[in-house]
């Protein structure tokens, strides 16, 4: 079965400090993950996916994730953040073959001026 | 216009009423979705389409039906409902289940009540 761990339920940070939002996923197969944000009242949307090749992926709003097989995780990370990223964050991941996608339990970052 | 559109976005109901949930997509997507999201809970997968047939229902109550008349529209039809049902609704579709390399389009969701 496939399942992801977001092992902080919230993240305070300083305005213009970095962050990282940390996943693991366990598999042992062939994956595809996912990040999306969730602004107050809104539904969800992409930040980034990784399907293959590089293990950089880049995404939306300044934010990237590294892929690490070995270590089986997908942390997202943002050099300098803004009171705008104040957010929800979701780590989602489908296996090679599995219709599912399955959601981690979230990461709420809080910005702080 | 965002590509999942979800409606109402707030929606207040007595535990005898009978009310609908309604989410259209106009990104020619053949899967479709209906999300339970509550307060500290994580996301929970209610229903799954797939051209139009229903191919997952995670053990939801009967008080909640869904319904696909086509790959663009998915329903959701409540009735005698419990103040524990309360949550924000998201709906979501995708390219086809079989595609997965590919993400799910979400939206805003419909702010459910039950009073």
């Known amino acids: 079965a496939q399942s992801v761990t977001q092992l902080d339920s919230q993240v305070p940070v300083f305005e213009e400090a970095p962050v990282e939002l940390r996943c693991n996923y366990s598999?042992?197969?062939?994956?595809?993950l996912f990040w999306y944000v969730q602004y107050p009242n809104q539904g969800l949307q992409l930040l980034l996916k990784?399907?293959?090749?590089?293990?950089l992926v880049k995404g939306i709003n300044g934010f990237e994730a590294e892929f690490n097989k070995s270590q089986t995780s997908f942390h997202l990370r943002k050099p300098s953040v803004h009171i705008s990223d104040t957010a929800e964050y979701f780590c989602?991941?489908?296996?090679?073959?599995?219709?599912?996608?399955?959601f981690g339990t979230g990461t709420r970052l809080t910005i702080i001026p | 216009e965002t590509g999942v559109t979800q409606t109402p976005r707030h929606l207040v109901m007595g535990m005898t009423n009978k009310k609908s949930l309604k989410c259209e997509q106009h990104l020619g997507h053949n899967a479709m979705y209906w999300y339970k999201q509550s307060a500290k809970k994580p996301l929970e997968l209610m229903f799954v389409y797939n051209f139009k047939e229903q191919t997952e229902n995670n053990s939801v109550p009967s008080r909640f039906s869904p319904e696909c008349p086509n790959s663009s529209h998915l329903f959701l039809h409540l009735h005698t409902l419990q103040p524990e049902d309360s949550a924000l609704y998201l709906c979501a579709s995708s390219q086809d289940l079989k595609v997965v390399n590919t993400e799910a389009f979400f939206g805003q969701g419909t702010r459910l009540t039950v009073v």
């Open positions: 989602a991941v489908r296996h090679f073959g599995n219709e599912k996608l399955t």
């Open positions: 990784y399907l293959s090749g590089s293990t």
């Open positions: 598999s042992s197969v062939s994956v595809y």
